[in-house]
């Protein structure tokens, strides 16, 4: 395959390096691509080098594979370029996620409706990915109604600016600031931009693409996504009231034989999950799981994946996997 990482030297398509790597990507000719500003920058994969090309260069070498994480302007009009010279292209920005003609995939759950003529498949947000692997199989058994979620997310999910500020701020510096306020010692109700609604981009994310995913507009989701000052990965807490009742003990089973989700819930020992603990890991945690004891049928559960990884890389590389192992690509 030859594979084109576009947004190679960002946060998202370092670690896409890497995981290709990790999983042994059959990667023939690698393609990195970044903005005017990197192109003739080197980059190490395998131990070999490679030079950094613009996006009108990566086209014209017509890459079986195009992985983009370089923003939703540059997916916008980018990746139909790539589509038109037959690259098969897996988008990691919000620019295709709600769009009728696209699938939002997260291969665990819905990568049975890849079809050849998808020729630009949307990854979906980091905190979402997180939140539809723990809540697919409880929906499956005891049929979701509402979910409330409130999300701590870490500034590597905003990018390289965003880490930069917080190490900035530890270190004394003054720099570039990602966000309108200070991140160290603070929590910034605030990710992504306003709307009209009084959501923000990110909370409305949490609130319509898992019912895209899961292809079912029967439950609705409300969410609160707030930016902590960590590095390694994104924590929900989440309450999921169903239908039906559930046993808490065959809640722990279901989510443990759930691939791709470890269940961490030991009161008595402390253990539950931790963005620590997720840094650098492709699974999904789940733990702190207790019954909402206001209200029937409901759960209290406590959600952390490593954003970079599950939230963007993997499950990027993981749809191409898919694609790669069923010929369609
Ligand atoms: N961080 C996360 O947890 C996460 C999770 C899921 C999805 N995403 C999405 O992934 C994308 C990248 O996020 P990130 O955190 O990796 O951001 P980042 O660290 O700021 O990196 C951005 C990357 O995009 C490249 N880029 C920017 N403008 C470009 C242009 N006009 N043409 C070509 N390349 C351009 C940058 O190249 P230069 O180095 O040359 O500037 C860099 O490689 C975003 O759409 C984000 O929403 C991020």
Request: charged share 25%.
């Amino acid at each position: 395959m030859r594979v084109a990482v576009v947004g190679a030297t960002g946060m998202v398509g370092e670690v896409m390096l890497k995981v290709l790597a990790e999983r042994n990507f059959p990667v023939t000719e690698l393609i990195p691509v970044a903005s005017e500003r990197s192109v003739g920058k080197t980059l190490t994969y395998k131990g070999k080098d490679y030079t950094v090309v613009g996006l009108e260069t990566a086209v014209s070498m017509k890459p079986d594979i195009a992985l983009f994480s370089a923003g939703g302007d540059t997916s916008l009009e980018w990746a139909p370029k790539f589509a038109e010279v037959g690259t098969t292209v897996v988008d990691n920005s919000s620019a295709w996620r709600m769009d009728p003609t696209k699938k939002l995939v997260v291969p665990e759950i819905n990568a049975h409706e890849l079809t050849k003529e998808d020729k630009i498949i949307a990854n979906p947000n980091c905190s979402t990915i997180q939140l539809v692997m723990a809540l697919n199989p409880l929906h499956k058994k005891y049929k979701m109604k509402r979910v409330v979620v409130s999300t701590y997310q870490s500034v590597s999910g905003t990018g390289v600016k965003a880490v930069r500020q917080l190490e900035n701020e530890i270190a004394g510096i003054e720099g570039e600031m990602a966000y309108p306020y200070p991140i160290g010692r603070n929590a910034l109700p605030h990710c992504d931009v306003f709307q009209d609604n009084g959501y923000t981009k990110e909370e409305m994310k949490l609130a319509r693409e898992p019912q895209k995913i899961m292809n079912d507009r029967s439950f609705s989701i409300s969410a609160t996504a707030v930016r902590i000052p960590t590095a390694g990965g994104h924590s929900e807490s989440v309450n999921v009231e169903f239908e039906n009742d559930f046993d808490l003990a065959e809640v722990r089973q279901l989510l443990s034989d759930t691939p791709g989700v470890v269940v961490q819930d030991n009161t008595a020992t402390n253990t539950y999950p931790m963005p620590i603990f997720a840094h650098d890991k492709d699974e999904v945690f789940v733990g702190r799981i207790r019954r909402d004891e206001t209200q029937p049928n409901s759960l209290n559960m406590w959600i952390v994946a490593d954003n970079l990884r599950k939230g963007a890389a993997t499950n990027t590389i993981q749809i191409a996997e898919y694609l790669i192992e069923n010929k369609l690509v």
